[in-house]
């Protein structure tokens, strides 16, 4: 049954990564690269069940956080256009 | 336990099945705003089903602990990560696609 999730979770992203290769504009790409961030912390949880150590768990957690620190560092980039000057109050439009 | 078990079962195998859901969603609709929509059902149903269904199936232990853990990481940093993507991609220009005057059975 662990099994079944991992295949269907590795379904799920390869379909994601078809639409961060096709994506139009790079934001696809980062919503594409979230969502397999997010389906990459579930397999690992899952992984971590269907052999039997849950010791996989911590890295899902770190790959987590790891995850929404650099979405929003790239969207940051994006949106604003650097990452904002040392001592800069204003950076954020 | 089997009453633990088919119902772990069930609430992983019903998050398996939302994770593909909103990553075809992902792949086949028109516009950006509608795919961020879609990929949506992956961060929130699927995960706290599957997450759901791995501490049904744990038991009372430190890995419970960390499955809660990691839920509530997703439950506060997903909506904050969509909100930054819909905020800059509308900041740099992406149109939503709406409707035009007359509603068109093209799709």
């Known amino acids: 049954m662990f099994a079944a999730a991992a295949v269907a979770l590795l379904v799920t992203l390869s379909l994601a990564l078809v639409r961060a290769f096709r994506g139009p504009t790079v934001f696809d790409r980062a919503l594409a690269a979230n969502t397999i961030g997010t389906v990459a912390v579930l397999l690992l949880a899952v992984i971590g069940f269907l052999t039997g150590r849950p010791d996989f768990l911590d890295l899902a957690l770190v790959y987590g956080l790891l995850n929404v620190v650099g979405t929003i560092a790239v969207l940051k980039f994006f949106h604003v256009g650097d990452l904002g000057e040392p001592g800069d109050e204003e950076g954020v439009k | ?55 049904l199936q744990s038991g009372f232990s430190l890995v419970t602990v960390k499955l809660i853990a990691i839920g509530v990481l997703l439950f506060f940093t997903s909506p904050v990560a969509t909100h930054a993507l819909a905020r800059a991609a509308l900041a740099r220009g992406v149109e939503p696609l709406l409707a035009q005057g007359e509603p068109s059975s093209k799709t």
């Open chain 2, 1 to 55: 336990m089997i009453v633990l078990d088919i119902a772990s079962w069930a609430l992983i195998l019903l998050g398996a099945a939302f994770c593909v859901t909103g990553a075809v969603g992902l792949l086949r609709m028109p516009d950006f705003f509608t795919r961020m929509h879609a990929a949506s059902v992956v961060d929130t149903l699927g995960a706290a089903f599957i997450l759901l269904g791995l501490m």
